[in-house]
């Protein structure tokens, strides 16, 4: 069956980086774009921008420009969103879900950001 | 473009149908003539699960008391009998213009 299985929480300082990961599985890794959305704590989701994971090409909302990059491990079927220079108002769950349709999401990586 | 849902907050008694609005500021409407707008419901501490795409299809897996209807602009998600497992938070997405907006959420609640 068709899964998105993301990496562990993370606890980071102000400054540091950050590289969460998105595994497929169950479906042709390259047929589907892959989106990345933020859920800050209490708060609705947020689109953060996608990646076309035939042609590793990136597209990011203009909130999600600069510290954040989105790259592939195709080989891997993995998706990862790398945050530099984290910020307190990072603090938030990440998750990866599967284009065209949104059909598929990932469980979700909650990222602290505190000093 | 933004997306106006509402209410924010629905209580209901189980068994109660209920609806949801989802308005967008500007057509969803493609180019391809498919209009992008999906409906995804969020239990607390869960992944949101997709329920409706392009307005009105539902995923497999999806039971058929819900139901998405509506065009251009103006959407509506609705359940016939709420069941227990439907309480939670639902949303709308806009995926037609970048960047992508969804809507701030329904709290479908007990009364």
């Known amino acids: 069956q068709i899964q998105l299985v993301q990496s562990g929480p993370e606890l980071k300082k102000p400054g540091e980086s950050v590289k969460i990961s998105c595994k497929a599985s169950?479906?042709?890794?390259?047929?589907?774009?892959m989106h990345w959305v933020k859920q800050a704590p209490g708060k609705g989701l947020k689109w953060m921008g996608w990646?076309?994971?035939?042609?590793?090409?990136?597209t990011y909302a203009d909130d999600f420009k600069g510290r954040f990059v989105f790259s592939l491990e195709a080989s891997a079927s993995t998706a990862n969103l790398q945050i530099s220079n984290l910020k307190n108002e990072d603090t938030a769950t990440y998750f990866c879900?599967?284009?065209?349709?949104?059909?598929?999401w990932g469980q979700g990586v909650m990222v602290t950001v505190s000093s | 473009v933004l997306v106006t849902q509402t209410p924010s907050s629905l209580p209901v008694s189980l068994g109660d149908q209920a609806s949801i609005s989802c308005k967008s500021s500007?057509?969803?409407?493609?180019?391809?003539?498919?209009?992008?707008l999906a409906w995804f419901l969020q239990k607390p501490g869960q992944l949101p699960q997709s329920l409706i795409h392009?307005?009105?299809n539902r995923f497999s897996g999806v039971p058929d008391r819900f139901s998405g209807s509506g065009s251009v602009s103006d959407f509506t998600l609705k359940i016939s009998r709420v069941e227990p497992e439907d309480l939670g938070v639902y949303y709308c997405?806009?995926?037609?213009?970048?960047?992508?907006?969804f809507g701030a959420g329904t709290k479908l609640e007990l009364k």
């Open positions: 879900a599967r284009g065209l349709q949104w059909s598929h």
């Open positions: 169950g479906y042709t890794f390259t047929d589907y774009a």
């Open positions: 990646i076309n994971t035939y042609t590793g090409k990136p």
């Open positions: 500007k057509s969803l409407v493609h180019n391809n003539g498919i209009t992008y």
């Open positions: 392009t307005v009105s």
């Open positions: 997405l806009q995926y037609v213009h970048y960047p992508y907006t």
